[in-house]
């Protein structure tokens, strides 16, 4: 039972566009989201996170937006570099204090490509 | 400051042989998990440990698989016989504690075949 979706397996973007990924939930428990991105042969590293009483987390480059009454989320990434390119991760994490502290929910990743 | 180290990076097993991989967690961190990646998914957490106690192990599959970790530092997870269906990239993460918005650092992950 896949909790987060990314139903995108893959998006292209020109350098210096705009880069937008999307990730939907269906737990209503969720209540803090984070982004990972992950280059071949590597470990996912954490990029950008947001918890639900914001809608919005900005750094740099890095914006991720919460729709929770949507249960949607999306990382905006202006303007799109090259070195960008890489497996996006959309994780989730439960408030649920029933349920054990620290377990993240993946979706299955977003492959961005940016081109020049 | 040294990330998340494991060993091996590869390894390739024929089904029903036994494996071990290794984890030493970034220093002083309290809280160390181990992942499985299939192929075309996301991780999915097996174990969770904080210190040397285990605090969630409700999606490790006991019959095969077993994870220590000894002292409260480095982990190993091992595969007892292993099956194809075994084949994954397994992540060891580690966070400073198990405290509600703490950052997960993920280490290079070991790939694993079983032929």
């Known amino acids: 039972d896949q909790q987060v979706k990314q139903n995108s397996p893959s998006l292209s973007v020109q350098e210096g566009r705009i880069s937008i990924l999307n990730c939907d939930y269906t737990?209503?428990?969720?209540?803090?989201f984070l982004w990972y991105k992950k280059y071949p042969a590597e470990g996912p590293t954490f990029l950008i996170s947001?918890?639900?009483?914001?809608d919005k987390n900005e750094d740099g480059r890095f914006t991720v937006f919460l729709n929770k009454s949507a249960k949607h989320l999306s990382l905006h990434i202006v303007p799109s570099q090259p070195g960008d390119s890489a497996v996006y991760f959309c994780?989730?994490?439960?408030?649920?204090?029933?349920?054990?502290?620290?377990?993240?929910?993946f979706g299955r990743g977003t492959q961005l490509t940016v081109w020049p | 400051e040294a990330g998340v180290a494991q060993s091996p990076r590869y390894k390739i097993i024929e089904k029903r042989q036994s494996v071990a991989f290794w984890c030493n967690p970034i220093?002083?961190?309290?809280?160390l998990y181990w992942y499985q990646q299939i192929l075309g998914q996301g991780p999915k957490l097996l174990i969770q440990f904080q210190n040397n106690g285990v605090v969630d192990d409700s999606q490790l599959p006991k019959d095969r698989f077993s994870a220590e970790r000894l002292k409260g530092v480095d982990s190993t997870l091992k595969i007892q016989p292993a099956k194809l269906e075994d084949s994954a990239v397994y992540l060891c993460a580690s966070s400073p504690g198990a405290r509600f918005q703490e950052t997960q650092y993920f280490g290079p992950g070991t790939r694993l075949l079983v032929l």
């Open positions: 220093s002083g961190h309290a809280t």
């Open positions: 947001i918890s639900s009483i914001k």
């Open positions: 737990n209503s428990m969720f209540d803090y």
């Open positions: 994780a989730a994490r439960s408030a649920d204090r029933g349920s054990t502290l620290g377990r993240l929910y």
